[in-house]
């Protein structure tokens, strides 16, 4: 019988602690921010401050495991993280007379997620054996998904016992330090040596095969839509539950829940030669989730959003994801796909900026909502891209 050696489990451990820890600080920044500055365009530039430090700093932690420890660069990386969010707890009201604040904010915890993830996904390839790789991912993945449920639980459970909850987002950030830390410890005790090859970077821009054509114009299509979900949805929905931090928990840990059941059905039912044609429905459905939430009202519509984005999100991304693993595999050709992990997270990141700073930008020009309309709009043309590309590429090559 396979079971998983203790650096296997430590990863895992690893892993759903930093989850955890995410799944209630990203959401409760975004709306910490929101609350102060009470304004959509400015917590979306903090967004967009984030994800431009995401990538550079993932290229820096690649070059930095060519010399260094990959626990050395993840704990790095959380160093910055931890940083961010003691600055948040120390200027907390200072963001409503001085924006700029929250910005510093942004850029150390792009900083930080930055080296942090590169580490993370190389140690989540290169540490399980061959043997107990699938045990591994599905343990990773379980215990991935109760933290995403737990983590929104806890923050209820939290906002429902303070007096308000600007009190309760400040316990939330002290909470999450103190898991950053103990993973920080964790990973400094992992005896983990590895050093990453030498790999191409600025070359893999230059025109390439078709495939990874493809693959650079999708990671940017994907990601131009996929902002709209990681950044925009969240916002909305908290002011369609009336700026309630404690409801917007449980609906989190719904639609978390909602999500986890649609992957279990999804890997068990979508079979190999159905892949492609799920992503199709996938996107489809998540694009329908977009003008649901942007067009309407209600706490009941922002439900019906949560409902069909979690039922679409397993049936588009998990063709995606084989999608682009298949390309960097049969583009890296000495088996060496750091470069091109790297490329396309640079990529996938001008995607999200590119649509969230639309937002941003005709938020100059017209009222609210229509210049949230307009950007739904455009995100959603992300995502139609992505289909149009990915069904002519079908008709040629083999994609999964």
């Not at 995401?54 to 050395?72: A, C, E, N, Q, W």
């Not at 999450?176 to 191409?200: C, E, G, K």
């Not at 404690?246 to 999500?259: F, G, K």
Request: glycine share 8%; aromatic share 14%; charged share 10%.
């Amino acid at each position: 019988m396979i079971t998983l050696v203790s650096k296997e489990k430590q990863i895992i451990y690893m892993n759903a602690l930093f989850t955890f820890a995410m799944s209630m600080g990203n959401v409760f920044v975004n709306v910490f921010v929101y609350s102060y500055t009470q304004s959509l365009e400015l917590t979306l530039l903090y967004a967009c401050i984030r994800y431009f430090f995401i990538p550079i700093f993932s290229l820096i932690g690649g070059r930095m495991s060519t010399k260094h420890d990959l626990t050395r660069i993840l704990s790095i990386g959380l160093v910055f993280m931890t940083g961010a969010f003691l600055y948040l707890l120390w200027i907390q009201d200072g963001i409503a007379e001085a924006v700029w604040k929250a910005f510093i904010v942004a850029g150390l915890t792009g900083c930080g997620e930055g080296l942090f993830w590169y580490a993370m996904n190389v140690m989540n390839q290169k540490t399980p054996r061959i043997e107990a790789r699938s045990l591994f991912l599905s343990n990773m993945g379980l215990l991935n998904g109760i933290a995403n449920i737990f983590a929104p639980v806890v923050t209820a459970v939290i906002l429902g016992n303070v007096e308000t909850d600007m009190f309760g987002y400040s316990m939330i950030f002290t909470l999450v330090i103190v898991l950053f830390i103990v993973v920080a410890y964790m990973s400094l005790r992992l005896s983990y040596v590895y050093r990453t090859p030498s790999f191409p970077f600025l070359e893999l821009f230059k025109k390439g095969s078709e495939k990874w054509e493809y693959q650079k114009k999708t990671a940017v299509l994907h990601s131009l839509r996929e902002c709209y979900t990681m950044a925009l949805s969240g916002l909305l929905v908290f002011r369609m539950l009336n700026n309630s931090g404690e409801i917007l928990s449980y609906y989190n840990a719904l639609i978390s829940s909602i999500v986890i059941a649609s992957y279990w059905v999804v890997g068990r039912k979508v079979r190999h030669a159905m892949i492609i044609n799920a992503l199709y429905i996938g996107s489809f459905g998540l694009l329908a989730s977009m003008l649901i939430l942007s067009f309407s009202q209600g706490a009941l519509m922002a439900l019906l959003f949560g409902i069909i984005n979690a039922i679409s999100t397993p049936l588009y991304f998990n063709g995606f994801q084989m999608i682009r693993m298949r390309v960097f595999t049969e583009e890296a050709k000495d088996g060496n796909i750091t470069g091109h992990i790297i490329a396309s997270e640079f990529l996938m990141n001008i995607g999200r900026i590119l649509g969230l700073g639309t937002i941003v930008i005709l938020a100059r020009s017209f009222p609210d909502p229509a210049y949230i309309q307009l950007g739904t709009i455009f995100m959603a043309l992300g995502g139609i891209g992505v289909v149009i590309l990915t069904y002519r590429m079908s008709k040629k090559y083999e994609l999964v």
